[in-house]
């Protein structure tokens, strides 16, 4: 069978991409079991909830990203809820008491520099507006729920992360403008 | 806004009653209209060799350019098309007026001039295409016309910018929403691009605005390839066509709307547009999706998927008149072959192969939907009754009479809408790992091979004389080791087999077994690609 050739021979593929997912998942897999193993083993404080958080930090952000969605506004949300929940871990696991400051100044921060990001490219970046009103949503409420349980005792961080996040909020509803019901649709639809 | 629309023709008459139009524009951009704000127009040189034509290019130029309102460089980079396009109608000595003419601004509609709002759910078949794709895998497909000279890609590309306004929903990024994926309307230059690469190779949607198909071309071929999230083969046919008809009307040949030739400056109906999935009503019994795992071909997956390309083509009415000699259908034909050429291509001696049939819905519900709208059955036989291929065809019609039924294809979209249905309100970041892990799981492994026939494809005969033939190339399957298609356009049945292995066993076999049938079928293809 003699195959007449029709296609362009193709171009050299620089990447490995594949074999070097391959390889990364399992040496990622075999350091998170064997943090939780030397964790469980040698007792104390549970160290290996913050390395492996670590590992799949670093997996998502880097070795695996995104394949929908890879653009600034989501990559940088993301990157600022993990490292959140990584703040909160280590709160939580290691030494407490310092994490609602600190994950409040981060995420008032974090909305100052996304709508940097959303305002600097407007033409593009309108068509990621999803993760800004997630991140201000999660903010809003997190923020709102602190100055509850703190009582009266709130630090200055908890008002401004409020209202920052309810102004970006209301920036968000200004920029989906007269089309802001079909905006939400098309954020939350379910069908 | 009738002035937008108005034709070219037209639009120099009224020049001729007002002396300037690019006052017109200036106006309009006091008026505070975006995206005007550089002129473009006058940085592009003129191709023509007379002054009075070059004038009537550059206003030409300048009423385009408040046509477009797009970001700065792809403004930029959508007028050079033009621009090209017209030095290219100049070297090939047309008239300027002729040239104005075919490439008239009318053509684009008010796509590029007004930002981009609509959106699409997926429809149900489209839902599992997100989840399962991986860095290296893409439900990819790719649909090619061979023309009888070789491609103008200054030509093409306008017929591309003329052609995606008429396919909104093409003109799409996937993008995340709380509980779905959705297709993002997006305004943006749409290009093609010279074929480099391996057929079907994923497509990178992740950007912003990025095409989720891809236009390619390669001597006399045009190809498409889509993500399968846009359509299925019958849409893709229908871009494919409209894009030709478009092609050759900019080289002089205009042809008539009809046979999946839809006319670029007509409206959308919403129709084309429709998830009908959710037009079939979801009561009584649904099938399931989980069959046993079938038997797959021998030799090692290829890292770089799929690793050969070939195209069987033969004469489409030979191999209709041995079809009907052997008492069968074409579609059941080919798969008694492949039945019997996978058998040569693997060392297993137990168990079944099972051929995945996709099903075309519209047969059973007629519909002018561009997006998916087809399922597929599995045509099962086991090893050990597998020798000669005339011998298997009465099962495989029984099969394919009970499979391919109306009845069975509604089970089966019962079966669908129910699992859209059961996991729509949990929000995508908790749904996406656990479809993901199920999918892993299911995979292709419950099939050998896949045959996907699309029928006899027509083009209106002002342009069917300037095509060759077509084919259809389905992209990488996960652990199949070959998938295969058909197409027939004018006399030619174009049968592609996709190689995810370097053994060669299937495709020999097949080309063996259709020598002795008598079809002797010209073989052409792409290089093997080594791992």
Same mark, same amino acid.
């Given at each position: ?191 | ?241 409209? @894009? #030709?008809? +478009?092609?050759? *009307?900019? !080289?002089?040949?205009?042809? $008539? =709307? ?5 006319? /670029? ?126 011998? @298997? #065809?009465? +099962?495989?019609? *029984?099969? !394919?009479?009970?499979?391919? $039924? =109306? ?5 089966? /979209? ?118």
């Amino acid at each position: 069978m003699q195959i007449k050739i029709t296609y362009p021979k193709p171009l050299k593929r620089k990447s490995h991409r594949s074999i070097i997912i391959g390889i990364a998942r399992d040496i990622f897999l075999l350091a998170a079991l064997m943090c939780a193993v030397i964790n469980i083993w040698s007792g104390g404080k549970a160290w290996s909830v913050i390395v492996i958080w670590a590992l799949y930090m670093i997996w998502s952000m880097l070795v695996y990203p995104d394949m929908i969605e890879y653009n600034r506004i989501s990559q940088f949300t993301k990157a600022i809820v993990q490292s959140c929940v990584m703040l909160v871990l280590i709160d939580v696991f290691i030494t407490s008491g310092w994490a609602a400051n600190v994950v409040s100044i981060i995420c008032f921060s974090s909305l100052i520099a996304v709508c940097l990001l959303l305002y600097t490219d407007f033409e593009r970046q309108r068509h990621n507006l999803l993760p800004v009103i997630l991140l201000s949503a999660l903010s809003l409420i997190t923020s709102a729920v602190l100055m509850i349980i703190s009582g009266g005792n709130i630090p200055w961080q908890l008002p401004v992360t409020c209202v920052l996040s309810f102004v970006v909020l209301a920036v968000c509803i200004k920029t989906m403008g007269w089309n802001i019901k079909s905006e939400l649709k098309k954020l939350f639809h379910t069908i | 806004m009738v002035k937008r629309y108005m034709s070219f023709a037209m639009r120099k008459k009224e020049t001729a009653q007002k002396p300037n139009i690019s006052t017109a524009c200036k106006e309009k951009q006091k008026d505070g209209r975006k995206g005007v704000k550089k002129r473009y127009s006058q940085s592009i040189s003129l191709p023509f060799a007379r002054k009075a034509d070059n004038q009537k290019a550059a206003l030409f130029f300048e009423d385009l350019e408040c046509r477009i309102a797009l970001p700065a460089e792809e403004k930029k980079a959508l007028m050079d098309d033009f621009a090209k396009a017209l030095k290219f109608y100049a070297s090939s000595g047309l008239p300027a007026d002729v040239a104005l003419e075919r490439l008239d601004a009318k053509n684009l509609g008010g796509f590029y001039s007004r930002p981009s709002n609509t959106w699409y759910s997926l429809d149900n078949a489209a839902k599992i295409y997100p989840f399962a794709m991986k860095h290296d895998y893409m439900s990819v497909f790719r649909l090619s016309a061979y023309l009888k000279e070789d491609v103008v890609p200054e030509i093409l590309q306008m017929a591309l910018t003329f052609t995606i306004k008429r396919f909104p929903s093409f003109a799409t990024t996937v993008k995340k929403g709380f509980f779905w994926h959705y297709l993002d309307s997006t305004k943006r230059r749409y290009i093609v691009e010279p074929e480099t690469g391996i057929p079907c190779r994923p497509i990178h949607i992740g950007r912003s605005g990025s095409q989720t198909f891809r236009v390619l071309y390669y001597r006399n071929r045009i190809s498409v390839e889509y993500f399968h999230i846009l359509t299925d083969g019958t849409g893709g046919m229908c871009f494919l066509k409209t @894009l #030709i008809a +478009e092609y050759f *009307r900019l !080289l002089g040949t205009a042809s $008539s =709307c009809g046979k999946g030739v839809l006319p /670029v400056n007509g409206l959308v109906s919403p129709g084309e547009v429709a998830n009908e999935f959710i037009n079939i009503r979801s009561e009584g019994p649904a099938s399931s999706f989980v069959d046993k795992d079938a038997v797959q071909y021998g030799g090692r997956l290829s890292r770089i998927k799929p690793c050969r390309v070939i195209h069987f083509k033969m004469d489409a009415a030979a191999l209709k008149a041995v079809s009907v000699r052997k008492g069968a259908t074409v579609t059941a034909y080919i798969l008694s072959l492949m039945f019997a050429a996978g058998k040569r291509a693997t060392d297993e001696i137990d168990g079944d192969f099972n051929i995945q049939v996709p099903v075309n819905m519209r047969k059973f519900y007629p519909s002018e939907t561009l997006r998916n709208f087809s399922m597929y059955c599995g045509i099962r036989i086991p090893l050990a009754e597998i020798y000669e291929p005339d011998a @298997l #065809i009465p +099962e495989i019609m *029984r099969q !394919l009479a009970e499979k391919a $039924s =109306c009845q069975a294809m509604n089970e089966m /979209v019962k079966a669908t809408n129910r699992i859209v249905n059961a996991i729509r309100f949990i929000p995508l970041f908790l749904k996406a790992p656990v479809v993901r892990l199920v999918y892993g799981f299911i995979g292709d492994r419950s099939f050998s091979n896949t045959l996907s026939n699309l029928g006899v494809v027509s083009m209106p005969p002002e342009i069917a004389g300037r095509i060759d033939s077509m084919d259809l190339v389905l992209g990488a399957a996960i652990t199949n080791r070959a998938s295969c298609s058909l197409v027939t356009f004018g006399n030619t049945a174009t049968l592609s087999v996709s190689k995810n292995t370097a053994d060669p066993s299937f495709e020999e076999a097949l080309y063996e077994l259709l020598c002795r049938d008598g079809l002797t079928p010209v073989v052409e293809g792409s290089e093997l690609i080594a791992d």
